[in-house]
Structure formats: structure tokens, C-alpha cells
């Protein structure tokens, strides 16, 4: 059996679209290796959305190359953004690159690997995965990504992801539905839904509440103990979608809403609208329809035209917004966006000491508002041994996203991988929780949300 190694970048909707990949290589035969320097042939998936991440799946492929140079690696297959936006120019400049594929093709990878450059590239514009397309999931065993659209119709200065993933187009509802069965069938517990824009999906086949009805649908789903919502758009987001969000027991209290700025002449030239005043009326009325909710949400620094007015804008915004988790981006021009003929006139060193403000602020309110878990008993996804060791498991509660917020440290009790149980917060840090676990707490966090199912069905 041919041994295939993989290396995957970028965020969750590209590690979606590596796993399609891996379930059709083993579904065709392939044997999937964690050992890079094994692999008789190796996939790079890329990202190109911003100059580091396009600098990462650069770095990726020269390793692979190096690799393919030294052992065992007789192909090497670059997939992915990075392909979409300079396909020509890797081939022509990477000699030991053998074939390039974009986010269209994926599910020839197979054929790819044995055609090498000669494999004609998928024309559709409207390619979606589906609930029958094989995946092999990386993540850890309870927990999953579930892409429910693909590409994005919004034209944001700064992005140059419709030109590389196309218009929206949405799977239906009942083909997500479908995908969820199957992967609670696996052993998933926990399903975060990502797209461009989960907000606007549905728009594309008329029907603006197509999230509402998901959400609702998602709520009926056997075994399914908890899902969340990512990347939401502000102006998308509707009072129906809300309160299906508050009155559907296993859709997490979470909300991941990329802002971007709060200067309103910034929001303008980034062609997203909005100000300072209007987003936190917004952020008022989600915590009032869902009490409790824990919201994350983007900023950029440094874009065209950021002077110190407009930066103590979104300071002044962060600080009175209180966001359970931020993540901060410093600007970078991308061909391809309108933004790009602006130019890069903020410094870079501008630019990064703005980031450290930034996350200085929000480091200070995380820190209170995870003390406030502290004597709190909560359900926990227990995943496995930490990275740094194995002396420690860690978990995340409903409002830690896997892989971009914070975890539960768990330091005492009986943790059981796989499973939520309940454990007691007994202190607290800027971003972890540490915790011990129940005794008893797997089969009182199970009745809790039998109850709850019966509850919802007039049970």
C-alpha cells in the first residue's frame, strides 16, 4: 500500500477539506501515515489568506521538497488557497512539486496523485462537499468541524477569499442534518459548524433563516450533545437565529462573531459598515435573548488609514464589550482585494505594539471573567493528555471553541476521555480553568441533558 503523509494549514473550513481528502485516499486504498518522513507521497494543504500564513504553507512545501529530496517521498501533491492564487507560479518556480490541486478538486486527489500535472482541474464553480463524500477526522475523537457553505458573496477590502473560494453556495439543511448523524455515529460528541459566513447561510437558495431552521434541526439530532456556531456576520444575525440558539438545549451558549474594527470610518473603507455604538446595542441584545452566552470575536489592526483616534476607538470598544475571547490580526495588503491600492502605510512596528495593547486589555478581562467559574461545578468535553504533558488532561467547556480558546485543566477525579463530565472550577488563569472531576459527574451530566431532550419534546 502506497503510504500517504499529510500536512494540513490554515483554519478549520481547509482542515475540513484535507480530512474529504484523507477519507478518499483511504477509501481508494492508500494507507494514511503520521510519520512524514515515511511517506512515499506527500499532500500539502495550503492557506493564502494573509502574508503569514502564505509565508507558513511556503515553508511547508520547501520541507516537503527537502523530504522528497532525501527519503522516502517519490511525490509531492500542493493543494489548497495557496494553489488558487499562484498555482503557476509554484509549478514553474518548486520544481518537485508534481501536481497542484484547488479547493474545487479535492475529491480527485486520488486520480491527482496518479496523474500527476496532466490531471484536469475540476471546472465547477459550484463544488460543495456532502454528507456521502468520505472524511477521516484528525480531530480528536468527540469532537468535529462540519462545513455547512462554501465561498462567500461579501466583499470585505481586505479579504481575497471569494476570489479564491468563489460565490456562497450552501449544502441543504437536511444534508448537514444527515453529515451530523454520521459523524455522531463515529463517536463525535461536539460539532462546531464553520463556513465563510454561517450567517448568510441559506441567502443562495432564497431562504435567509435556513441557520434558524439548522439550529433547530441540529437540536433533534440523537446524541449530538453540543454544537456551535463560528463566523457569524454582525448584520446577518437575526432575533429567529438568537432564539433558536437560547431555546436549543445542545447548541452551545457561544457565538463567534469576527468584527473586524469598531471606528466607523474604518468599518466604511473595509466595506463592512458599522460602528462602535451599533455593535455594542448588538452584543446588548444577544446577551439578553441568550443569557449567559460567551462571545469571541476578530479584530484588524493596522489597516489603511488606522490613526491613533481610530485605534482608541476599538480600544475603548474592547474594553466596554467584554468579549470572553479575542483574536487580534495585524493588517497585510492582499492582491486582489480593493484594499491593496491602499498601500501598507501603517509600520509594522506600529502595527504589533497596537496587537500587544490589545491583548493586554483583553487579557485582563478574561482573567475576571473565567474567576468567575471559580467554585462553579460545569460539564466539560474531556479530551486527552495536554501537549506540554501527559501528567495533565485537558477539557473545554461549551464556551471554549476547540483549538482558538482556552481549556480545562484537569488535576484531580477520574477524567474519562471522550465523554462531558461535570467538574468543579477551583481556580482560574487569563485563559486556562483548572478543575477536578465529579466523582459520579459522567452519569449526573448524561441525566442533565436527558432532561433536557425531554424537555425540549414535551417528554
Same mark, same amino acid.
Given at each position: ?70 527519503? @522516502?517521498? &517519490? #511525490? *509531492?501533491?500542493? %493543494?489548497?488557497?495557496? =494553489?488558487?492564487?499562484? !498555482? ?121 433563516? @435556513?441557520? &434558524? #431552521? *439548522?439550529?433547530? %434541526?441540529?437540536?433533534? =439530532?440523537?446524541?449530538? !450533545? ?124 506600529? #502595527? ?108
Amino acid at each position: 500500500m502506497t503510504k500517504v503523509g499529510f500536512m494540513s494549514l490554515g483554519c478549520p473550513k481547509n482542515l475540513v477539506d484535507s480530512e474529504v481528502m484523507l477519507g478518499h485516499l483511504r477509501l481508494k486504498g492508500y494507507q494514511i501515515t503520521p510519520v512524514l518522513e515515511d511517506a512515499q507521497v506527500l499532500v500539502v494543504n495550503t492557506c493564502g489568506f494573509i502574508d503569514a500564513a502564505k509565508r507558513e504553507s511556503v515553508e511547508a512545501i520547501l520541507q516537503a521538497a527537502a523530504m522528497k529530496q532525501q527519503g @522516502a517521498c &517519490e #511525490k *509531492l501533491i500542493v %493543494a489548497g488557497c495557496l =494553489v488558487e492564487r499562484y !498555482r503557476d507560479e509554484l509549478m514553474a518556480e518548486m520544481p518537485e512539486i508534481d501536481a497542484c490541486l484547488g479547493t474545487r478538486d479535492i475529491e480527485q486527489i486520488a486520480e491527482v496523485i496518479g496523474a500527476g500535472a496532466a490531471f484536469e482541474l475540476n471546472p465547477n464553480p459550484d463544488y460543495l462537499y456532502t454528507e456521502a463524500s468520505p472524511r477521516m477526522l484528525t480531530t480528536p475523537k468527540a469532537s468535529a468541524y462540519l462545513k455547512i457553505s462554501e465561498g462567500c458573496d461579501h466583499a470585505c477590502a481586505f479579504c481575497v477569499i471569494p476570489r479564491l473560494r468563489g460565490g456562497q453556495r450552501s449544502r441543504s439543511v437536511e444534508s448537514v442534518v444527515a453529515e451530523a448523524r454520521n459523524l455522531v455515529a463515529q463517536g463525535v460528541l461536539e460539532i462546531s459548524l464553520v463556513a465563510q459566513d454561517t450567517t448568510d447561510y441559506g441567502r443562495d437558495f432564497g431562504d435567509p433563516d @435556513a441557520l &434558524e #431552521k *439548522l439550529v433547530r %434541526a441540529l437540536g433533534k =439530532v440523537a446524541g449530538l !450533545r453540543w454544537f456551535r456556531i463560528h463566523y457569524a456576520y454582525p448584520n446577518r444575525l437575526t432575533d429567529g437565529l438568537l432564539h433558536a440558539l437560547a431555546e436549543t438545549p445542545n447548541c452551545t451558549r457561544y457565538l463567534d462573531m469576527p468584527l473586524q474594527h469598531a471606528d466607523a470610518s474604518l468599518l466604511k473603507a473595509m466595506a463592512r459598515g458599522g460602528s462602535r455604538a451599533q455593535f455594542l446595542k448588538l452584543l446588548e441584545k444577544v446577551r439578553r435573548i441568550v443569557p449567559g452566552i460567551a462571545l469571541r470575536s476578530n479584530f484588524i489592526v493596522g489597516f489603511p488609514g488606522e490613526d491613533e483616534a481610530a485605534f482608541a476607538e476599538l480600544k475603548a470598544f474592547v474594553q466596554e464589550a467584554r468579549f470572553d475571547h479575542v483574536g487580534i490580526f495585524t493588517y497585510s495588503p492582499e492582491e486582489g482585494t480593493s484594499a491593496y491600492a491602499l498601500g501598507d502605510p501603517v509600520p509594522q512596528r506600529t #502595527k504589533e505594539a497596537r496587537k500587544r495593547r490589545l491583548l493586554e486589555l483583553q487579557q485582563k478581562i478574561a482573567r475576571a471573567k473565567n474567576q468567575a467559574f471559580v467554585g462553579r461545578t460545569i460539564d466539560v468535553l474531556v479530551e486527552g493528555a495536554h501537549e506540554e504533558t501527559d501528567l495533565i488532561v485537558k477539557g473545554r467547556h461549551q464556551g471554549q471553541a476547540p483549538d482558538i480558546d482556552g481549556n480545562v485543566l484537569l488535576v484531580d477525579g477520574t477524567p474519562q476521555v471522550n465523554t462531558i463530565q461535570q467538574v468543579r472550577i477551583v481556580k482560574a488563569h487569563a485563559y486556562d480553568l483548572i478543575g477536578e472531576v465529579e466523582a459520579g459527574g459522567l452519569e449526573s451530566s448524561t441525566a442533565a441533558y436527558e432532561a433536557a431532550v425531554r424537555a425540549r419534546s414535551g417528554i
